[in-house]
């Protein structure tokens, strides 16, 4: 077994827990089943929302926290250097705290998951309840996934800042799983209603229409889970590499990229054709860039290495070292270029491609922006100068607009995709430059003195 898995298991079931786990499960599952009683439809819908209240909190939150917490236990412990030192390898380190840490959580989860799925099982068709079981089995391992890469991530930013690691990276992640999940249920209609409960307002079979095939809604959702949740656990095993002191290849990043624009553009409206899914791709593209250059830490000899390999022509060394929002940003570009060069439909309002262009170019002001505040002499305060950086460049536009009575201040400081666009490009062209030129100064000055936390 496992030898980090089975140390994780040891330390989580002991008997006292398991007792107290499954006194606490007792006594909620009697009382639900108390109310109840005697009528068998009522019954069955008071089981199915406990079972489901029950996974909620312990397959979402507290697997969630256990797994997130695992590295930062060790660190606070000061056992962590001693692990990465240890011969296990990342795999195994990975999968090994994710599901050994959350070990007692599980088994509430699942505890929770047989009784919810049982019981809705005798309001709906058996396959539907199935269905949500296996969906929310996904939504578990991806939260797990996302709480502990948010940890690994936060572990790694705060050793190149000189500080130590706080728990607020977990939450984070957990957040931005959420955001994630939120975002990916509004193109999920039918399924979305079906997977919060509210059985009788959407069939979970509402057909979905996926790069031109109708899919079932609920099959469909479920899938994607999956592979959502795969795809965050490779993130975390990624990143357990990188603490082990090993090197990672671009190449899952950019699959990774690849498959977040080919899902998101194949849930475009057909009828707006190929510009509508290369809109819908570069939207994702561009969100993962803003994700990418805050999550990767503030390290600026990797910068100048980078540079010094591309400056002399070593490729191959260069697209090891690269930024990791670099390769987002060169697929977003991309995916503008598309955008710009397809025709445009009868459907909606599409944008201009000189609207395109402009918005394009704020994302490289902003770039610019998040690399001026995060490479600065104190980079434990960058992220926060970044975020109201952005804020402020983006609702100055507003204040203006109140003080002229004008749409001056949007032209200006907002990348509105249909007024004005080629006052909008010209205004992006400008910040850009002057972002840029002021985080390569900083990134060519000297470097700044070490942070004495």
């Given at each position: 077994m496992n030898p980090e898995f089975e140390r994780n298991l040891w330390l989580e079931l002991t008997p006292r827990r398991q007792v107290g786990l499954a006194l606490t499960l007792g006594l909620i599952l009697g009382a639900a089943w108390m109310l109840g009683h005697g009528e068998p439809h009522k019954l069955a819908a008071a089981m199915s929302a406990t079972g489901f209240a029950i996974y909620i909190a312990c397959g979402l939150i507290w697997t969630a926290r256990a797994a997130g917490g695992s590295v930062l236990e060790e660190i606070r412990g000061r056992t962590w250097d001693f692990q990465r030192l240890s011969a296990i390898s990342p795999w195994a380190m990975t999968w090994g705290k994710l599901f050994g840490a959350a070990?007692?959580?599980?088994?509430?989860?699942?505890?929770?998951?047989?009784?919810?799925?049982?019981?809705?099982?005798?309001?709906?068709?058996?396959?539907?309840?199935?269905?949500?079981?296996?969906?929310?089995?996904a939504m578990t391992v991806?939260?797990?996934?996302?709480?502990?890469?948010?940890?690994?991530?936060?572990?790694?930013?705060?050793?190149?800042?000189?500080?130590?690691?706080?728990?607020?990276?977990?939450?984070?992640?957990v957040l931005g799983g959420l955001f994630l999940l939120s975002s990916l249920s509004q193109h999920l209609p039918g399924a979305g209603r079906h997977w919060a409960g509210h059985m009788g307002q959407a069939s979970p079979h509402a057909p979905i229409n996926v790069w031109g095939q109708e899919i079932d809604g609920a099959l469909f959702a479920a899938a994607s889970a999956w592979l959502f949740a795969a795809w965050a656990v490779v993130g975390a095993w990624r990143l357990m590499r990188l603490e082990l002191q090993m090197k990672n290849s671009p190449w899952t990043w950019l699959a990774f990229l690849v498959f977040a624009a080919v899902w998101r553009a194949g849930l475009a409206n057909p009828l707006e054709g190929g510009l509508g899914r290369a809109l819908a791709g570069g939207v994702v593209l561009a969100g993962l860039t803003y994700a990418a250059a805050f999550v990767e830490p503030a390290d600026p000899v990797r910068l100048r290495r980078?540079?010094?390999?591309?400056?002399?022509?070593?490729?191959?060394?260069?697209?090891g070292g690269a930024p990791a929002a670099l390769f987002a940003l060169a697929l977003t570009v991309l995916a503008a270029i598309a955008a710009m060069a397809l025709p445009r439909g009868d459907v909606g309002q599409p944008p201009a491609p000189i609207a395109i262009l402009a918005a394009l170019v704020f994302l490289i002001r902003d770039l610019g922006v998040i690399t001026f505040f995060r490479f600065g002499p104190q980079p434990s305060r960058g992220d926060l100068s970044t975020v109201i950086a952005l804020v402020l460049l983006y609702a100055v536009g507003a204040v203006i607009d109140q003080t002229l009575g004008a749409r001056v201040g949007v032209v200006l400081f907002s990348p509105l995709l249909t007024y004005a666009p080629l006052s909008i490009l010209v205004s992006g062209v400008v910040q850009a430059a002057a972002a840029w030129v002021l985080a390569s100064h900083r990134l060519t000055g000297p470097a700044p003195p070490p942070n004495p936390a």
């Open positions: 070990g007692l959580a599980w088994i509430g989860a699942l505890v929770g998951l047989f009784v919810g799925g049982a019981a809705l099982a005798q309001l709906v068709d058996t396959s539907d309840a199935a269905l949500l079981v296996l969906g929310l089995l991806f939260f797990q996934a996302c709480a502990m890469g948010a940890a690994l991530v936060g572990v790694r930013k705060a050793r190149a800042e000189g500080r130590v690691a706080t728990g607020g990276a977990v939450l984070v992640g980078f540079w010094a390999a591309l400056h002399a022509g070593r490729l191959g060394e260069a697209v």
